[in-house]
């Protein structure tokens, strides 16, 4: 027998399938939703069943969008010559908090990886390619991530575009701001090491 | 403007106003369940509505209950002479875990603070005394916290129950177990030293 009345047990079950919920937490906020108001409730099952039904994939850069096309490519100040390659919608919103990017994105759904079956084929590879030869684009950065999968992506798209008259760069690596060299392993100061700039 | 489309957006708000839930872990549930299947997002929307729309309080102890009484108030196992006072129902889930008690509860709903203005009145206590008035009960355990709110509950309760021929017991205070005696306070030491008992 369950220590909670069945919807209790239901809703902490469901809580705890969340990234980074355990069984406390998942109490923890369940008894606050119990305690909440019946309006409340309401907003966050709503906001719940909205992110399914009316989220799509922007038409143009497959970012998450409410519309055809997403928040960058409906906006006319963002630089339309320059696109920022990402693996996933959620790294543009990292580079967003930053402030100092004003270009548009391309979302590619993965990385390559053979190991796992990914190939070009099932990244969105073939609508970067199309979108660069309508002709706007002068710069395209990749920023997958800096692992083995994300080189490789970084390499191939590289070696694809650049024959298209693009230049195509790589977002740095090296020892992150604020952190210790102490705590750097030796492939990372390597990075760092060669992607000195003067100063 | 946001980082998020609306939905999206509207999502992280909803998880960040759940204890617990900073930002980022907002921003991570809500990818989460952005890329759930519909299924799996109205199994958690539902199991929300549910526990304000399918949970009463227990007609004789005031816990958490799914029906009239709870699932401990009408279980024949459970001992009916011995009731454990509790301030909120999760305190009940915590007694639970032990496996290690068999009797009944009763929750208060608070614990007496005349500074909040809490009084006896906006407590369950009265229910408690007609519950006891009945016949059955032979020990009352009083687990409030042991903070001065907590104490003069318990207190209180002793004073009140006492005179009805009940044996008013209260959870012993001490250091906690696998914890150690330079962390713990003067007054639990104290209270340690007082509980002591013959090993």
Known sequence: M??????????ITEFKRLPGIGQKSAQRIAFHVMRASRDDAEHLSQAILDVKDKLTMC??????S????????????????????VVDP?????????????GLYHVLGGALSPLRGIGPEQLKIKSLVDRIAKGHV????????????????????SKLLKPLGM???????????????EFADEVTIWKALEGRREI
């Open 2 to 11: 369950s220590d909670f009345a069945e919807p209790l047990a239901r809703l």
């Open 59 to 64: 038409a143009v850069c497959n970012n998450i």
């Open 66 to 85: 409410d519309a055809e096309l997403c928040q960058y490519c409906r906006d006319p100040r963002r630089d339309q010559k320059i696109v920022c390659v």
């Open 90 to 102: 959620n790294n543009i919103v990292g580079i967003e908090t930053t402030r100092q990017f004003n």
């Open 138 to 157: 002068e710069e395209v950065i990749v920023a997958t991530n800096p692992t083995t999968e994300g080189e490789a992506t970084a390499v191939y798209l």
């Open 167 to 181: 230049r195509v760069t790589r977002i740095a690596m090296g020892i992150p701001v604020g952190s210790d060299l």
